[in-house]
């Protein structure tokens, strides 16, 4: 059965005085799911688009810093304390609701320290695609150019949806946050959907998370984005883990 929906957008001001961007969609379910998109992406991500459209879960999603409308400074400090920000938001505005949370990629790079750094908020379901475990590392191969100019100057600019500066700092956080199994807490499931062909996050870098309590489930022949048939696929997960 479906649930009457409604949409809206909010805003919150974090410690630092910036704008974190959300889009809300309010179904009146039991679970509400907390979406952190990607690198180069937005809170209008494909998942979220996706889940609003086949999951009868209310879903909320936001923009990380100097991602879509936001102005923020992009740090891994402030990606957490954006997403610790939103969690309060959304255990607030939907009280005694299961809260769940998915995300894509750098997001899901976000998640998993989010997970260490907060090891006592509950969440009905933990759902991660195409986890860049190897964070420093893809920025290093793929996204600097220059890895000398980028040290000696301390930041670059990058043009792709919007303009972004990356500084030092922000990579210099992910050499220090490196994903290890020994920050996963044991006594939470983790799911996650991650492509046997992705070329961006290898599927072979989960080996640094590979506990009894993380469920990798393999999606054969996908690449680091997925085709809607291969979200039906984390939508039917998501509803038998929900139920």
């Not at 889009?23 to 991500?45: A, E, Q």
């Not at 920000?85 to 998915?102: C, Q």
């Given at each position: ?5 409604r949409?809206?957008?909010?805003l ?30 937005n ?11 086949n999951?009868d ?15 923020e ?23 005694g609701?299961?809260?769940s ?35 420093d ?28 500066t990356i ?13 290890k ?29 590979k506990?009894s ?31």
């Amino acid at each position: 059965h479906s649930f009457p929906t409604r949409r809206s957008s909010d805003l919150l001001k974090n410690n630092n005085g910036d704008d974190v961007f959300l889009n809300v969609v309010d179904k009146d379910s039991s679970d509400v799911i907390i979406v952190v998109h990607g690198f180069d992406s937005n809170k209008c991500c494909s998942a979220f688009r996706f889940f609003s459209e086949n999951l009868d879960k209310s879903i909320v999603s936001f923009d990380l810093p100097a991602h879509g409308e936001s102005n923020e400074k992009l740090l891994l400090k402030n990606c957490f304390d954006d997403l610790l920000l939103v969690d309060s938001y959304v255990r607030e505005r939907f009280t005694g609701k299961n809260i769940s949370l998915f995300a894509s990629s750098f997001g899901s790079y976000v998640v998993l320290n989010h997970l260490k750094n907060n090891s006592s908020l509950c969440y009905r379901g933990i759902f991660l695609k195409s986890v860049a475990v190897k964070c420093d590392k893809i920025f290093r191969d793929v996204i600097i150019d220059d890895m000398n100019s980028f040290k000696e100057k301390g930041f670059f600019v990058r043009n792709r949806k919007k303009e972004m500066t990356i500084f030092y700092e922000f990579y210099d956080e992910m050499v220090n946050n490196k994903i290890k199994c020994s920050d996963i807490d044991r006594d939470r499931d983790i799911y996650v959907f991650h492509g046997t062909n992705d070329d961006l996050a290898l599927f072979s870098d989960l080996d640094e998370i590979k506990l009894s309590n993380v469920h990798i489930i393999s999606m054969n022949g996908a690449g680091h984005s997925f085709t809607e048939e291969e979200f039906s696929i984390v939508v039917d997960k998501i509803n038998s883990v929900l139920f």
